[in-house]
């Protein structure tokens, strides 16, 4: 989208991204989703009197992972508390990191070539989760809250970005980009309608090149098209409004994903004195090399590198080859193809039906072993299997598992034989004389013209290149 | 009454029972608990159940414990499962904590025998024991003053012979003044010597928890018990519990003792006499003494005002009325916070949690509470220094003997003034002990001040040592 | 009295930690904490800027634990001790206002 008048949308982004630790941040509870409310809690993730934290060494590791993987550097921190009041927060602060969090600086390359620069990435704990009874179950209008404090204590990273960002469509893209990095640093599992991930936007809109507008935070953005439709919305909110003489106030606004509109959040008298001091219950954090050294080996490759990886097993790849090849690699498919890549099968049929026929039933990936996708393939690329009957097998496979040759007997793929190919291509080779003919000539675009025929006439049985055999043979 | 050193041993020996010596308690404690006001909650029943557990120990011929059959009063403000824990605050007012202390645990481990929870100045805030929302204690050697506090009773469940032992926490002199004030032994232990876990927050960078007892040996008894690292608490020191008993006896001979100007400036001149004679007592047992000044400690007073109070305004915030303790209703939730916390606290954790709050403001952080933690470090570097050139510091534990009740109520800051001697020893993180040396106005007792560097507990003890046989109690 | 506190910075505070005060206490709260930062502006005048703030006396650091579950509390016992507990959650009156 683009704005009137040469107005420039800048945009900045804040992910929190739980921590896929087996504990909590502080304490021995258990870090579990789904729980029974109230039963993942202990004296210290429930703030009682006398309590005290004490730091999980895994989330440090997975922090630390985080920051090498968007090149930051990796400094001595410390925490602080934040001081303020609500029912969520056990002990009315939050212990997060303030002026010394634990990684400074950094970038994120994104597949267009654009670098967004990170500013931080720090350390803290979340809260717990309020529900609202009465009214609309929605915060205004409910007459009690109710509170669970199973996910208070659960280590959370936040990722600041610099406000590098200039369109709804690159925010939404470096979001994906750092989800795919925070899944593959296994600190996150990256899902944010289950709230493991959450994203605030800071945004704002300016004409002048060298200078900031006032900028707004949108929150609640659920899903990565919240993301974008909220960013798109605000920007234009923004510049209606100085266009009509108007300012922008800076504030937390709410997106409302059912309107498609932001909203003013109520503005509380004591915002923002957090009266940040150093956590005293807590000492200094200062991982030296050798522990550094330990989590930058133990990285996996990251999402860029291993779609450099796979994209060099191209030749001369054409940008539809390459967006599947993105595809692949966000879902984690790559194994699968490298797989069957390597044991003979073409790569861009590979790709293709990894990033089609694999990726829509993604949810069963678990089912489908890499023995079983490179027989598929294999079968398919040498005739044995339709480019059709292929697509089905996979979707069997993916669903109750089995084996290839098991589904296409199962399902009646009988391999057409040479003869009753060669018949039915006669056949209609007899019906279409004036095609025929023109085919004979050299107009190679009606060998699709027949393809189709037989896939007509045998239910899609045949497989394309066999019927090319046949032409070519009677040509 | 029986020291505890002795009582432990007579109850492994079998010539006493645990349940004999805690029905000696039990009945000290019923004569005067009325009057004194010493303990807020008596456990007869839990103290009963551990004393039945020691001497079957001991039938069984298994270790009972350092501190077998001893019975022992424990602060309100450290967690004891299924005990009321209140912090002499109508905030926790019947609350009961679903865990223990770490020294709780220890203690109870050592076959302690815990009888109950002592009172307290709301949330360790003050120097008297007067600001308790249930009440003050009266000391027990003149009912008509006060104990000192804030571990006023900790320090009269000693003084008064109900337990031979009691632990307090000192955060500017909490467990310190009230022993000079009662007569006693009392110890603040370097800062991570003793866990923090299951002691309700004070000023959490400055809190310790240690002990009281009439005898020095007795006291080194009770903080190896309860000193050691603990996995629980982040800030603990990371060695085991050190060796302390042995050390008790063993003399000052040619130790640096320095008696600190800064010490005694502003004490009443009964207090620095005594002080002087301490220092000659030491001269006489071997020491090398000498004089010194250290004014960094002059901006103790303030750089803790600041700093305690700060810390404080964040460790009271929990106290919001969701979870646990007293719940005043209101319309909506931030209402229902001030109504619960404007009823539950008392004026000086009021005045404490706005002063915290407006050091930590924005605005006024590197002014006050910013500047309080540079001047923290001076005194840091000062101590260090002085301790190039000595072994040991000495000065008064407090500027007065015990004083009447409602003598410095009427000015927050007087009172405060009377922590002055205590206050430099919590910034610095270091080691410090009461000792009893002397009497003074009306017979009360006064109380010197030995200090450390940190991790010199052993020879703060035999420092001690020495000043107590000095003082007549061999 | 000149208190280095205004009274309504004073009663700003108070907002900020959750008390309500009389107006009464207002006035004395002010005055008191006036004579308190009074008392402390000995160190407001001291030049610290090359001093460093203490972060732990005996330079601790990276004190960490294994990540291990543990047990939690038992819920009931937990809940027994809330002012107001309904269906397995703490309940609170509304809350006005989203988090910050």
């Known amino acids: 989208?683009?704005?009137?008048?040469?107005?420039?949308?800048?945009?900045?982004?804040?992910?929190?991204?739980?921590?896929?630790?087996?504990?909590?941040?502080?304490?021995?509870?258990?870090?579990?989703?789904?729980?029974?409310?109230?039963?993942?809690?202990c004296p210290v993730c429930l703030g009682l009197p006398g309590s005290l934290p004490v730091l999980n060494e895994r989330a440090v590791d997975l922090a630390m992972a985080i920051g090498i993987a968007l090149h930051s550097t990796i400094a001595p921190s410390t925490f602080h508390r934040k001081n303020y009041f609500y029912p969520d927060m056990p002990k009315d602060f939050q212990i997060s990191q303030y002026d010394l969090p634990i990684n400074v600086g950094g970038y994120?390359?994104?597949?267009?070539?654009?670098?967004?620069?990170?500013?931080?990435?720090?350390?803290?704990?979340?809260?717990?989760?309020?529900?609202h009874l009465g009214g609309t179950g929605r915060l205004q209008g409910a007459d009690r809250s109710l509170v669970d404090y199973n996910r208070s204590g659960v280590p959370l990273v936040e990722i600041v970005s610099g406000p590098d960002i200039r369109s709804s469509a690159q925010a939404r893209v470096y979001a994906q980009e750092l989800r795919g990095i925070l899944i593959a640093t296994g600190a996150s599992d990256g899902r944010m309608e289950e709230g493991s991930m959450r994203i605030d936007a800071n945004v704002s809109v300016r004409q002048a090149a060298a200078t900031f507008g006032t900028r707004c935070e949108i929150k609640n953005l659920n899903s990565l098209r919240s993301l974008q439709r909220a960013i798109d919305y605000e920007a234009l909110r923004q510049v209606e409004l100085i266009e009509s003489g108007g300012t922008v106030r800076q504030e937390t606004r709410h997106w409302d994903e059912i309107l498609g509109e932001t909203s003013t959040m109520r503005v509380k008298e004591d915002a923002d004195d957090y009266r940040y001091f150093r956590e005293p219950d807590l000492v200094d954090l200062a991982p030296d090399q050798s522990w550094q050294d330990h989590v930058r080996a133990a990285l996996p490759p990251m999402p860029a590198e291993r779609r450099q990886k796979l994209a060099a097993r191209l030749t001369d790849p054409t940008k539809a080859q390459l967006d599947a090849v993105e595809v692949v690699i966000d879902l984690g498919l790559e194994p699968l193809v490298n797989a069957a890549v390597d044991a003979g099968a073409d790569i861009t049929l590979a790709i293709s039906?990894?990033?089609?026929?694999?990726?829509?039933?993604?949810?069963?990936?678990?089912?489908?072993?890499?023995?079983?996708?490179?027989?598929?393939?294999?079968?398919?690329?040498?005739?044995?299997?339709?480019?059709?009957?292929?697509?089905?097998v996979l979707g069997e496979l993916l669903t109750g598992g089995g084996s290839p040759r098991g589904i296409a007997g199962a399902l009646g793929f009988e391999q057409l034989s040479s003869s009753s190919l060669g018949e039915t291509v006669e056949t209609l080779i007899a019906q279409f004389p004036d095609e025929w003919s023109r085919y004979r000539d050299g107009d190679e675009k009606l060998a699709q013209f027949f393809i189709g025929q037989v896939m007509k006439a045998t239910k899609g049985q045949a497989n394309g290149k066999s019927v090319v055999d046949e032409l070519r043979a009677r040509r | 009454?029986?020291?505890?050193?002795?009582?432990?041993?007579?109850?492994?020996?079998?010539?006493?029972?645990?349940?004999?010596?805690?029905?000696?308690?039990?009945?000290?404690?019923?004569?005067?608990?009325?009057?004194?006001?010493?303990?807020?909650?008596?456990?007869?029943?839990?103290?009963?159940?551990?004393?039945?557990?020691?001497?079957?120990?001991?039938a069984k011929g298994d270790d009972p414990g350092a501190l077998a059959g001893v019975p022992l009063a424990v602060k309100d403000n450290m967690c004891q499962r299924g005990i009321p824990t209140t912090c002499a605050s109508k905030i926790l007012e019947g609350w009961r904590p679903p865990y223990s202390a770490t020294v709780v645990d220890r203690l109870v481990a050592a076959g302690a025998l815990l009888v109950g929870k002592t009172n307290l100045d709301e949330f360790a805030m003050g120097s008297s024991t007067e600001n308790s929302a249930f009440g003050p204690t009266r000391n027990p050697l003149d009912p008509s003053r006060v104990p000192g506090g804030s571990s006023g009773g900790s320090a009269a469940a000693v003084a008064a012979d109900m337990t031979p032992l009691a632990i307090g926490s000192d955060t500017g002199g909490s467990i310190r003044q009230p022993a000079a004030l009662c007569g006693l032994v009392g110890v603040k232990p370097t800062y991570g010597l003793v866990s923090r876990y299951g002691l309700i927050a004070f000023a959490s960078s400055l809190d310790q928890i240690g002990p009281f007892a009439k005898t020095v040996t007795?006291?080194?008894?009770?903080?190896?018990?309860?000193?050691?690292?603990?996995?629980?608490?982040?800030?603990?020191?990371?060695?085991?519990?050190?060796?302390?008993?042995?050390?008790?006896?063993?003399?000052?001979?040619?130790?640096?003792?320095?008696?600190?100007r800064e010490l005694i400036d502003g004490a009443d001149q009964e207090v620095i006499d005594a002080v002087g004679r301490a220092l000659e007592a030491l001269r006489d047992a071997g020491a090398v003494t000498t004089e010194l000044s250290i004014p960094e400690l002059r901006l103790g007073l303030s750089a803790y005002y600041l700093i305690a109070p700060a810390e404080a305004s964040s460790n009271l915030a929990r106290y919001d009325g969701v979870r646990y303790g007293l719940r005043v209703d209101a319309e909506d939730v931030t209402a229902m916070n001030e109504a619960t916390r404007t009823a539950g606290f008392g004026a000086e954790v009021k005045r404490r949690i706005m002063l915290g709050t407006y050091a930590l403001s924005a605005g006024y952080y590197d002014a006050y509470y910013g500047q309080a933690l540079k001047?923290?470090?001076?005194?840091?570097?000062?101590?260090?220094?002085?301790?190039?050139?000595?072994?040991?510091?000495?000065?008064?534990?407090?500027?007065?003997?015990?004083?009447?009740?409602?003598?410095?109520?009427?000015?927050?800051?007087?009172?405060?003034?009377?922590?002055?001697?205590?206050?430099?020893?919590?910034?610095a993180g270091e080691a410090a002990i009461s000792v009893p040396f002397g009497t003074g106005e009306a017979g009360l007792p006064i109380g010197v001040q030995l200090l450390g560097p940190g991790r010199s507990e052993a020879q703060l003890f035999s420092a001690a040592r020495v000043l107590e046989r000095a003082d007549g109690r061999p | 009295m000149s208190s280095p506190l205004r009274r309504e910075e004073v009663a700003y505070v108070a907002k900020l930690a959750r008390l309500s005060l009389s107006e009464d206490e207002l006035d004395l709260f002010t005055e008191q904490l006036g004579q308190v930062l009074e008392h402390a502006s000995d160190m407001k005048s001291l030049d610290l800027d090359n001093v460093v703030a203490t972060a732990h006396p005996f330079g601790l650091v990276n004190v960490v634990r294994e990540d291990e579950v543990r047990p939690s509390l038992d819920r009931d016992e937990v809940l027994a001790m809330a002012p107001d507990a309904r269906d397995g959650r703490f309940a609170v009156p509304r809350i006005m206002g989203e988090a910050p």
């Not at chain 2, 029986?2 to 109850?11: E, F, L, M, P, Y």
């Not at chain 2, 805690?22 to 807020?40: G, K, P, Q």
């Not at chain 2, 923290?376 to 009740?405: C, E, K, W």
């Open chain 2, 375 to 427: 001047v923290r470090t001076q005194m840091i570097d000062a101590f260090a220094r002085a301790y190039g050139q000595v072994d040991l510091l000495l000065g008064a534990t407090t500027p007065s003997v015990a004083f009447a009740f409602g003598a410095k109520t009427s000015n927050p800051l007087s009172m405060y003034l009377s922590d002055v001697f205590t206050i430099p020893t919590n910034l």
């Open chain 1, 1 to 41: 989208m683009t704005l009137p008048n040469g107005f420039e949308i800048v945009v900045g982004l804040e992910v929190h991204t739980e921590l896929r630790t087996a504990s909590k941040m502080f304490c021995g509870c258990a870090n579990a989703f789904g729980a029974e409310p109230n039963t993942n809690i």
């Open chain 1, 108 to 131: 994120l390359d994104l597949p267009d070539g654009s670098r967004v620069s990170i500013e931080r990435a720090h350390l803290e704990e979340d809260t717990g989760k309020s529900t």
């Open chain 2, 218 to 260: 007795d006291a080194a008894t009770l903080l190896e018990v309860i000193a050691g690292h603990d996995p629980m608490d982040s800030t603990s020191l990371p060695e085991p519990s050190p060796s302390l008993v042995a050390h008790v006896n063993d003399g000052v001979a040619g130790k640096r003792v320095g008696l600190v």
């Open chain 2, 1 to 58: 009454m029986k020291t505890a050193v002795q009582i432990a041993s007579d109850v492994r020996s079998g010539a006493s029972s645990a349940t004999e010596e805690l029905r000696t308690s039990l009945e000290a404690i019923r004569a005067r608990n009325e009057e004194l006001h010493v303990f807020l909650y008596v456990d007869e029943e839990g103290a009963e159940a551990a004393a039945t557990r020691v001497d079957a120990l001991v």
């Open chain 1, 353 to 392: 039906r990894a990033a089609n026929e694999l990726a829509a039933g993604i949810a069963a990936i678990g089912n489908l072993s890499a023995e079983a996708f490179t027989e598929t393939v294999l079968m398919e690329q040498r005739g044995e299997l339709s480019a059709t009957q292929a697509k089905t």
